[in-house]
């Protein structure tokens, strides 16, 4: 079996869809600090696409830009998503450790990622007529990327075909319910942040008079 880069792994992972992570897989091969760099530049697509979109597909909000969101969307739901798969596939007898599934989920990533930015690009010179080349874009890069995220999951737990998709619905629902969990924590430590601030105010004033 060949022995290649890190880089050239990467290339050989998302043009080799059926055997790239099982070549992966059995090489021990995939570098963190590449999948890190992948989810940054998915973090910064994201905000790309809402923001320097072209105005004539796209009208970009005045409002005051909060970073938050775009976090949530991107590294949040990538955590999310790695944490929920693993506790799932734990579960069901799965191989993969936490980190093989960082590292093959965020090599999945990349054809969409770069049709983010492929979208970005065209939006500034193609005209609203012509907005189906970034439709087509937009499909490709969704469509490859399921594909290749179907097949790490496959490659990196040693599942069948149905057993594969089984694992996936799961951890969408795990998902789900790690989402819901977090925004009810969030909510509550709202509520006590807002509650200590009110006694502090109310401190203060008084002492002041």
């Given amino acids: ?24 897989r059995w090489k021990k091969a995939g570098s963190m600090k590449i999948s890190c760099v992948i989810i940054l530049l998915w973090f910064v697509a994201s905000i790309f696409e809402k923001r320097l979109y072209g105005f004539q597909f796209h009208a970009t909000s005045d409002k005051m830009f909060n970073v938050v969101p775009f976090i949530v969307q991107t590294v949040i739901l990538f955590l999310t998503w790695v944490v929920g798969n693993w506790s799932i596939c734990t579960l069901l007898d799965g191989e993969g450790r936490v980190k093989n599934i960082f590292i093959y989920s965020a090599y999945a990533l990349i054809p969409y990622v770069a049709s983010l930015y492929i979208e970005v690009f065209l939006s500034h010179f193609l005209i609203r007529d012509e907005s189906v080349f970034i439709e087509a874009v937009s499909v490709i890069g969704l469509l490859w990327s399921v594909v290749l995220v179907f097949s790490a999951i496959k490659s990196v737990h040693q599942y069948s075909f149905l057993k594969t998709i089984f694992a996936i619905m799961l951890t969408i629902v795990a998902m789900l319910i790690m989402l819901f969990l977090l925004v009810l924590l969030l909510s509550l430590f709202q509520q006590v942040y807002v509650f200590i601030y009110s006694i502090y105010t109310e401190l203060a004033y008084r002492f002041k008079v």
């Fill in 1 to 24: 079996m060949m022995d290649l880069t890190d880089r050239e792994w990467v290339k050989h992972a998302i043009t080799h869809p059926m055997e790239g992570f099982e070549d992966m």
